[in-house]
């Protein structure tokens, strides 16, 4: 197993990522699918929090809000930006299957394109975990899970399965370690513990300043059977 990269340290350290906005198709999905734990005030654990841009808005919910991320620059800005989450968001490798065990009774899990830089063994064991905390019929949602039809699934090299890439040199995976791409099947394939209930993918076609270069990824949201 890989694990975290290091070159996400690398990257908060010199203040780049760090989005201080909400995901708007996060926002969605929350209201669209989990209005009862919304009632309830209930928990949601965060994988690879970033800088924090969604913490605002679970925090607006009302909900309970618990985060890991790998780097350790970016936990110790966050402890600064919110200190009383300083227990609630720990420095951590959410490969790992110690990362969810302070956790039980989870009613969401939100992922914003954390989980795809990693490999599929990685990927597998984050969704067993995920599934392990989550109660019954808890939501995993998943922003921006990068799909085959990304122009940039050709760059880098193959590392152990065909859906990873790494090494990438160019563009916006420059730098950033291991990459996952998925189409549907091998979607379905790795969410088979869990009932798919939105299963979305985007393509977006730029023409300046890449002429024909492609963005493509999925949003997925995922029920505990």
């Known amino acids: 197993m890989n694990g975290f990269s290091d070159e996400w340290n690398e990257i908060y350290n010199k203040n780049l990522q760090l989005t201080s906005w909400p995901w708007s198709d996060l926002v969605s999905l929350v209201y669209r699918y989990c209005g009862d734990a919304i009632s309830r005030n209930g928990l949601v654990f965060e994988l690879g929090c970033g800088a924090g841009p969604n913490i605002p808005f679970i925090q607006s ?4 809000y618990y985060g890991i991320e790998g780097s350790e620059a970016v936990v110790k800005k966050l402890h600064n930006k919110f200190p009383e989450l300083r227990k609630k968001v720990i420095v951590g490798d959410f490969t790992q299957e110690d990362c969810f065990s302070r956790l039980s009774e989870v009613d969401v899990i939100v992922d914003r394109a954390s989980v795809t830089h990693n490999n599929l063994s990685d990927i597998k064991n984050i969704l067993k975990g995920s ?31 065909m859906y990873t890439r790494t090494n990438i040199e160019t563009g916006q995976f420059k730098n950033v370690g291991s990459v996952h791409f998925s189409d549907e099947n091998h979607l379905r394939s790795i969410f088979s513990g869990f009932k798919i209930v939105s299963l979305e993918e985007k393509v977006i076609k730029s023409y300046e300043p890449q002429k024909n270069h492609q963005f493509s990824s999925w949003n997925i949201v995922a029920q505990k059977k």
Do not use: A
């Open 61 to 64: 919910l009302g909900m309970n």
């Open 131 to 161: 599934n392990d905390v989550l109660k019954n019929g808890g939501y995993f949602i998943g922003i921006d899970w990068f799909s085959t039809k990304h122009s940039d699934f050709s760059l880098g090299e193959q590392e152990g399965d």
